[in-house]
């Protein structure tokens, strides 16, 4: 493994390079991949979702 790893952020696009030693991003993000860096799973934000009445609460 290098000593540096990159990651997709989805909602932006980007690149962004990170130093497996110490867990800081190196650098700028951008749009391209980084030679000198792998690349592990890209960075997604859990999103809330709506609540919805359960028509079986009643049943249970």
């Known amino acids: 493994m290098s000593e540096f790893v990159q990651r997709l952020d989805k909602r932006t696009g980007d690149y962004i390079k990170i130093e497996v030693r110490s867990g800081r991003v190196i650098g ?3 749009k391209r991949k980084f030679a000198d860096a792998d690349e592990i799973e890209p960075i997604e ?3 809330r ?3 919805h009445p359960d028509p079986l609460a009643a049943f249970r």
Do not use: L, V
């Open 49 to 51: 979702r709506t609540s």
């Open 45 to 47: 934000i859990e999103q």
């Open 28 to 30: 700028d993000p951008q």
